[in-house]
């Protein structure tokens, strides 16, 4: 679980931070555009953590996340192509595929799941939603970074769990002048 700390498994930890800090951003936005935005830089951000750590059950799903964040900024500009319902199924599909072929354990398969329900609140275009999957997505993560020792996942997925409801306090709940 928690190996001796080298140089690598530091700058690794430095990756997952500078994912975290991409999350915590994306997490605050309003503006879906923006939102996936900051998704995408954190995906990049905990490829690079999860390789060095050599959990490669975490890079997966975010490495497929970053061509599905592409995707999705597409449909945000009402690209046709990228309008088409398979998307999320096709990057559901590679997720699971790839989980298959690099299998260790059944804890390969915690971010597995998390991506599934990432693709899906992404997919539904509306922030709150998004906001409202991220929860139990985050306590996913962190259950596994717990067990290939990712510090700053553990950190991220805990912040990740105060900025979404911070965020749905914020930018969900009804004001008193909303009308039902």
Same mark, same amino acid.
């Given at each position: 679980?928690?190996?001796?700390?080298? *140089?690598?498994?530091?700058? #690794? +930890?430095?990756?997952? &931070?500078?994912?975290?800090?991409?999350?915590?951003?994306?997490? +605050? +936005?309003?503006?879906?555009?923006?939102?996936?935005?900051? %998704?995408?830089? #954190?995906?990049?951000?905990? $490829?690079?953590?999860?390789?060095?750590?050599? #959990?490669?059950?975490?890079?997966?799903?975010?490495?497929?996340?970053?061509? @599905?964040?592409?995707?999705?900024?597409?449909?945000?500009?009402? %690209?046709?192509?990228? +309008?088409?319902?398979?998307?999320?199924?096709?990057?559901? =599909?590679?997720?699971?595929?790839?989980?298959?072929?690099?299998?260790?354990? &059944?804890?390969? =398969?915690?971010?597995?799941?998390?991506?599934?329900? $990432? !693709?899906?609140?992404?997919? &539904?275009? %509306? *922030?709150?939603? !998004? @906001?409202?999957?991220?929860?139990?997505?985050?306590?996913?993560?962190?259950?596994?970074?717990?067990?290939?020792?990712?510090?700053?996942?553990?950190?991220?997925?805990?912040? &990740?769990? $105060?900025?979404?409801? !911070?965020?749905?306090? @914020?930018?969900? @709940?009804?004001? *008193?002048?909303?009308?039902?």
């Amino acid at each position: 679980m928690f190996e001796k700390i080298t *140089p690598l498994t530091i700058i #690794a +930890q430095i990756f997952g &931070a500078l994912g975290m800090i991409c999350l915590f951003w994306s997490y +605050q +936005q309003k503006e879906r555009s923006r939102l996936i935005m900051g %998704k995408l830089g #954190a995906d990049v951000m905990w $490829v690079i953590h999860y390789l060095m750590l050599s #959990a490669f059950g975490g890079a997966i799903p975010n490495f497929v996340g970053i061509f @599905r964040e592409l995707i999705f900024l597409q449909r945000d500009k009402d %690209k046709k192509w990228a +309008q088409l319902p398979v998307w999320p199924a096709i990057f559901i =599909l590679i997720n699971w595929t790839l989980a298959v072929l690099i299998w260790r354990s &059944a804890i390969t =398969l915690i971010p597995i799941c998390a991506s599934t329900f $990432v !693709t899906l609140s992404l997919w &539904a275009r %509306k *922030p709150k939603i !998004t @906001r409202m999957i991220g929860l139990p997505v985050s306590i996913c993560f962190f259950i596994y970074d717990i067990f290939v020792g990712s510090f700053t996942g553990m950190i991220n997925e805990s912040v &990740a769990i $105060v900025s979404i409801v !911070t965020s749905m306090l @914020r930018n969900d @709940r009804k004001s *008193p002048n909303d009308t039902k």
